[in-house]
């Protein structure tokens, strides 16, 4: 017998979901799914009535008993893909309900990333209703739908200033929410947040690289190379704080919001760490500024700080919030 997994119906809570792009490789352990707010649109969506005459794996969805062939969705209606992952597009039987279905092939990955999203419970990070472990061993997680895009996508076609603080806001609630539970997101990058269409609102995603932490030490490499920090890149077996690491990755995530690129790139990691470490050398707080959008001293400023080599030189989640910047922008 097959075991049954319930989906249930998303409440009237607003609650984000997961269907990303995913345009950069983590450096390890990457359960990011993907898809844009195109493929949403344009993916054919099985309907239960076609689904449920095929006999492999039984799922439950919706509040209905209605069957559901897995192997069937795995050949249509998927929305992305990871290194150990899946999502698919699926309408409940009413059709007035869709969700997405991840399915990940490292089910203690999966149940680890659903645990800490549990422990979080923001409407700025990556929320899931439900999560079961399948007869063979791979483990399968629900999640409403987003189609609002990724922040990658809104940054191609560009930003405003007053778009940018407005999301710059919602980032740093969504990081604050993660790091008062102890948890360090450590892949923060335009890739991994996503909009509620309904709201215009950044959500945070992909929580497979996040690591729970009452000290905020870690000791391994984990992050995507352009928006790490010096101290991730050069890891020698020594801790390093990951909340301060992540307010780095943000820094790199909103000075690309405002000026299209990253502040640091290069093609070779290895050539990208050297950068960084010369940097932090000469000056550990340089940071060139383009001409358009125009930033008050006071932005340049914190910008500068958030992106510094000296992780002790950051500041804190809290003083970002404090600063006239975010309370200039009169979003919570």
Same mark, same amino acid.
């Given at each position: 017998?097959?075991?049954?997994?319930? %989906?249930?119906?998303?409440? +009237?809570?607003?609650?984000?979901?997961?269907?990303?792009?995913?345009?950069?490789?983590?450096?390890? /352990?990457?359960?990011?799914?993907?898809?844009?707010? +195109?493929?949403?649109?344009?993916?054919?969506?099985?309907?239960?009535?076609?689904?449920?005459?095929?006999?492999?794996?039984?799922?439950?969805?919706?509040?209905?008993?209605?069957?559901?062939?897995?192997?069937?969705?795995?050949?249509?209606?998927?929305?992305?893909?990871?290194?150990?992952?899946?999502?698919?597009?699926?309408?409940?039987?009413?059709?007035?309900?869709?969700?997405?279905?991840?399915?990940?092939?490292?089910?203690? +990955?999966?149940?680890?990333?659903?645990?800490?999203?549990? &422990?979080?419970?923001?409407?700025?990070?990556?929320?899931?209703?439900?999560?079961?472990?399948?007869?063979? /061993?791979?483990?399968?997680?629900?999640?409403?739908?987003?189609?609002?895009?990724?922040?990658?996508?809104?940054?191609?076609?560009?930003?405003?200033?007053?778009?940018?603080?407005?999301?710059?806001?919602? &980032?740093?609630?969504?990081?604050?929410?993660?790091?008062?539970?102890?948890?360090?997101?450590?892949?923060?990058?335009?890739?991994?947040?996503?909009?509620?269409?309904?709201?215009?609102?950044?959500? %945070? %995603?992909?929580?497979?690289?996040?690591?729970?932490?009452?000290?905020?030490?870690?000791?391994?490499?984990?992050?995507?190379?352009?928006?790490?920090?010096?101290?991730?890149?050069?890891?020698?077996?020594?801790?390093?704080?990951?909340?301060?690491?992540?307010?780095?990755?943000?820094?790199?995530?909103?000075? =690309?919001?405002?000026?299209?690129?990253?502040?640091?790139?290069?093609?070779?990691?290895?050539?990208?760490?050297?950068?960084?470490?010369?940097?932090?050398?000469?000056?550990?707080?340089?940071?060139?500024?383009?001409?358009?959008?125009?930033?008050?001293?006071?932005?340049?400023? &914190?910008?500068?700080?958030?992106?510094?080599? =000296?992780?002790?030189?950051?500041?804190? &989640?809290? =003083?970002?919030?404090?600063?006239?910047?975010?309370?200039?922008?009169?979003?919570?």
């Amino acid at each position: 017998m097959s075991s049954l997994l319930k %989906i249930p119906t998303p409440q +009237a809570s607003e609650r984000p979901c997961l269907t990303a792009h995913r345009q950069g490789q983590a450096l390890v /352990g990457d359960h990011a799914v993907a898809a844009s707010s +195109a493929s949403v649109k344009n993916t054919a969506i099985p309907t239960i009535d076609t689904l449920a005459t095929q006999q492999f794996r039984q799922f439950s969805l919706d509040d209905t008993p209605t069957r559901l062939h897995v192997e069937h969705l795995h050949k249509g209606a998927q929305l992305g893909c990871g290194k150990t992952s899946k999502v698919r597009l699926v309408r409940s039987l009413s059709g007035t309900r869709e969700f997405a279905l991840k399915e990940c092939s490292d089910w203690h +990955a999966l149940k680890r990333e659903h645990d800490l999203q549990k &422990l979080i419970q923001s409407p700025y990070v990556l929320s899931s209703y439900k999560c079961e472990r399948s007869h063979l /061993g791979s483990g399968f997680m629900t999640m409403p739908l987003l189609a609002g895009g990724t922040l990658k996508e809104k940054i191609a076609t560009g930003l405003t200033f007053e778009k940018t603080s407005r999301y710059f806001k919602h &980032l740093v609630l969504g990081l604050s929410h993660m790091h008062s539970q102890h948890i360090a997101h450590r892949d923060l990058k335009p890739q991994n947040v996503m909009f509620d269409s309904t709201h215009d609102r950044a959500i %945070i %995603i992909d929580l497979g690289l996040s690591q729970l932490t009452a000290d905020h030490q870690v000791r391994d490499s984990r992050g995507t190379p352009d928006y790490i920090p010096l101290e991730v890149h050069m890891l020698q077996g020594k801790p390093y704080d990951a909340m301060r690491a992540d307010v780095y990755n943000l820094g790199a995530v909103v000075y =690309e919001m405002l000026f299209g690129v990253v502040p640091f790139t290069d093609s070779n990691e290895l050539a990208l760490a050297y950068r960084l470490l010369k940097r932090s050398k000469a000056e550990p707080d340089a940071l060139s500024f383009k001409d358009k959008p125009v930033l008050s001293e006071s932005q340049k400023k &914190l910008l500068q700080r958030m992106l510094h080599s =000296e992780p002790a030189m950051r500041p804190t &989640l809290r =003083e970002i919030l404090e600063d006239a910047w975010m309370v200039g922008t009169g979003e919570s």
